[in-house]
Antibody
Framework: QVQLVQSGAEVKKPGASVKVSCKAS????????MHWVRQAPGQGLEWMGI????????SYAQNFQGRVTMTRDTSTSTVYMELSSLRSEDTAVYYC???????????WGQGTLVTVSS | QSALTQPASVSGSPGQSITISCTGT?????????VSWYQQHPGKAPKLMIY???KRPSGISYRFSGSKSGNTASLTISGLQAEDEADYYC???????????FGGGTKLTVL
């Protein structure tokens, strides 16, 4: 069955970077794009961007342009999301979610809590 | 683009029907039949309930249905059950610059 397993919680200081991983299994890794979505405490969902695991092409939300980098490792079926210049407002749960068709997200990782605090 | 607009909360009694609206613009909801709805229980990842306005993924109850009129999409839950109590988010394709936007979320309370 399709599984997306994310890396564990992180605590970072303002100005630092964080890299969250999402390991996929149960399907052909390069056949489905992967979204990243975050959710600040008590807040709604925010789309961050998408990566094509086949060729590595990406598209990022304007709010994150210049701060986010999404990459993939086809040898381990893992996608990564790195966010730099962290500030307290980046404290959130970060999710990876597999794209089905036309931006539909049918399978989600369990989420990774990133806390930014001095 | 700004987030899609949803009511902060709705409520209903078991067995009743409720509808959650999701209002966007002609740049997103109004121009594409690519609205999805997600259910999220506390501490859990979102779960896809409806996609492409009114399609249900495998395993989703027929009690969940979707529709769209103009710039507003709607999710209707009929025969409310206690387990339907959750947060619900709409999302829409929003064009080539920002591919996806979400609504602010609606908390559904089953009385």
């Amino acid at each position: 069955q399709v599984q997306l397993v994310q890396s564990g919680a992180e605590v970072k200081k303002p100005g630092a970077s964080v890299k969250v991983s999402c390991k996929a299994s149960g399907y052909s890794f390069t056949s489905y794009y992967m979204h990243w979505v975050r959710q600040a405490p008590g807040q709604g969902l925010e789309w961050m961007g998408i990566i094509n695991p086949s060729g590595g092409s990406t598209s990022y939300a304007q709010n994150f342009q210049g701060r986010v980098t999404m990459t993939r490792d086809t040898s381990t079926s893992t996608v990564y999301m790195e966010l730099s210049s962290l500030r307290s407002e980046d404290t959130a749960v970060y999710y990876c979610a597999r794209r089905e068709t036309a931006m539909v997200m049918n399978y989600w990782g369990q989420g990774t809590l990133v806390t930014v605090s001095s | 683009q700004s987030a899609l607009t949803q009511p902060a909360s709705v409520s209903g009694s078991p067995g009743q029907s409720i509808t959650i609206s999701c209002t966007g613009t002609s740049s997103n909801v109004g121009n594409y039949n690519l609205v999805s709805w997600y259910q999220q229980h506390p501490g859990k990842a979102p779960k896809l309930m409806i996609y492409e306005i009114n399609k249900r993924p495998s395993g989703i109850s027929y009690r969940f249905s979707g529709s769209k009129s103009g710039n507003t999409a709607s999710l209707t839950i009929s025969g409310l059950q206690a387990e339907d109590e959750a947060d619900y988010y709409c999302s829409s394709y929003a064009g080539r610059t920002t591919l996806v936007i979400f609504g602010g979320g609606t908390k559904l309370t089953v009385l």
